[in-house]
């Protein structure tokens, strides 16, 4: 399996992993038994997901069966807005390891570098954007401070690296300035309708692994009415005129275009035919022209924006 290696600590990061956002609860246990099944190494979850404790299930199920053992499997969680204060960070990062049923993360992530207020887990969880009243209530930790909560649990074993989601370049080279452990990982949204070259030149100027989320653009925001009526990428000549070439599906294209430059894709899904297709994307290499014409697709079309949620937390402004 295609793997990035990670600059502090060596660790092999698969270059493709199964991500659990919107994965069904109900079904979740079995999808990530039948992904570790077919071969996937990597599982992406969340606090926020609310379905670490099915993944842990299917994870714990797939170990007794002899598939895998913990070691083979790299396991990545997410720190939620709510739970940003140096107090309350290796609280939660304990309560979704016990939701695992795991010891420790093989990736933890701030996952946006936006801090609220913060709710009891036995009161909400996962918490959401809202307070009780349907509003947001921004809290006050600096990332500073969030970060710093970070490096202790490596230190404690908790995670074995550490890194964020949804950051920009200014807030990493800030982090950057008093890390003792420097963010190993980014993970951002990324698809041809939103390329961010220059934030993943960034990164690997840095030799920080860049992962991508919401490869297929705006058909992973249907389901949620926030597609913002973009046209699907799936049905693009560009993208077509690759997958006829290769014998390949569209959705296998959209990921090898960001894989065969080294970024790390995480696509979901609740289908067991697309889950395995998903993981048969890296046996075949899109030309020099191909990856620049699916490059020219790029629009700088954002789906998944907290601004549109509270206007004072526009954080890509």
Sequence with gaps: MSTIEL?????KMPLVGFGL???TKSSCADTVYNAIKEGYRL?????????????GEGVKRA?????????????????WNTFHAKEHVEQLSRKQLALWGIDY????????????????PAHRYPPEWWGDDKKVHLGKAPIQETWTALEKLVDEGL?????????????????QRYARYEP??????????????????FSKTHNIAVTAYSSFGPQGYVELGMDKSAPS??????????ATTHQKSSPQVLLRWATQRGIAVIPKSNTHERLVENLQSLDFTLTDDEIKAINGLNINLRLNDPAEIDPRIAIFA
């Design 7 to 11: 600059k502090r600590t060596g660790q």
């Design 105 to 120: 993360f093989d990736l933890f992530l701030i996952h946006f570098p936006i801090s609220l207020e913060y709710v009891d």
């Design 21 to 23: 956002w919107k994965v």
């Design 233 to 242: 990428l799936f049905a693009h000549n560009a993208v077509i005129q690759a």
């Design 184 to 201: 190993q990982v980014l993970q951002i949204e990324l698809h041809p309708y939103l390329s961010q070259e220059a934030l993943v030149n």
């Design 63 to 79: 170990i007794a069966d002899g598939l895998v053992k913990r070691e083979d499997l790299f396991i990545t969680s997410k720190l």
């Design 43 to 55: 599982l992406d979850g969340a606090g926020d997901y609310g379905n670490e404790k099915e993944a």
């Design 159 to 175: 995670a074995k690296n550490i890194g964020v989601s949804n950051f920009q370049a200014q807030t990493i080279l800030d982090i």
